[in-house]
């Protein structure tokens, strides 16, 4: 099976604009998981989806939001970019996320806020 | 609130060591935890979870819920046992994968 793909892999935004990641999970897997990834913060969960509902949910404000589609591909959306949204943002699938089973990881999209 | 702690940044052993990652966590209820591992250049990916007590690529980890601790052991080091390590916890059984990380340990096994 093809892993679970993020796109795109590396991005620049200047301040006050908009980015919009995606991340195609792996064939199957219903569950999309969001991590954000900085060295001082370390790795921090943004939000979960499972059958395009947001099911988890980490402490994060508003400007940060996703969705999930029917094909279970998800896309996380940051409004307003300031420079502290500089890091590297992480997706994850699993098959149905009800526990237990494993969380695959993307390679990540870095996103570098000027 | 969940925490873990991982008070080793860096962990440098020789080959053939045996090597001890730390991991402390507080949680006031069920926890399940986990141990995920990045080797240069590749994906994070899970190592083990202590549910699922077994022994992967030689490494152990026992939870000890009297000392809240999730230590990661490996009698023999390996020099492609040098990577990052973090550990990571959920509310046991809880439905979903909201995971709480440690800030990481990295593994340097020289030879």
């Known amino acids: 099976k093809a892993g679970v793909t993020q796109t795109p892999r590396y991005l620049i935004k200047t301040r006050g604009q908009q980015v919009t990641l995606s991340c195609s999970p792996i064939s199957g897997h219903r569950s999309v998981s969001w991590y954000q990834q900085t060295p001082g913060q370390g790795l921090q969960f943004l939000f979960e989806y499972f059958s395009e509902t947001q099911r988890n949910k980490g402490n994060f404000p508003g400007r940060f939001s996703g969705r999930q589609f029917s094909n279970s591909r998800s896309e996380m959306n940051v409004s307003t970019l300031e420079l502290g949204d500089s890091a590297l943002y992480l997706c994850?699938?699993?098959?149905?996320?009800?526990?237990?089973?494993?969380?695959?990881f993307g390679p990540g999209t870095r996103l570098l806020v000027l | 609130a969940q925490r873990v702690t991982q008070p080793e940044k860096l962990l440098s052993v020789f080959k053939g060591a045996p090597v001890e990652l730390k991991c402390n966590y507080s949680?006031?209820?069920?926890?399940?935890l986990f141990w995920y591992v990045q080797y240069s250049r590749q994906r994070l990916q899970l190592l083990l979870r202590h549910i699922s007590r077994e022994s992967i690529k030689g490494f152990t980890a026992d939870l000890n819920k009297g000392e809240t601790s999730f230590h990661l052991k490996k009698p023999f080091a390996q020099e492609e046992d040098s990577a990052m390590y973090y550990c990571?916890?959920?509310?046991?059984?809880?439905?979903?994968?909201?995971?709480?990380f440690g800030g990481g340990t990295r593994v340097l096994v020289k030879p």
């Open positions: 949680y006031s209820g069920s926890p399940e």
């Open positions: 990571a916890l959920k509310r046991y059984k809880a439905a979903g994968n909201k995971l709480t």
């Open positions: 994850a699938s699993s098959s149905a996320g009800t526990g237990g089973e494993t969380q695959y």
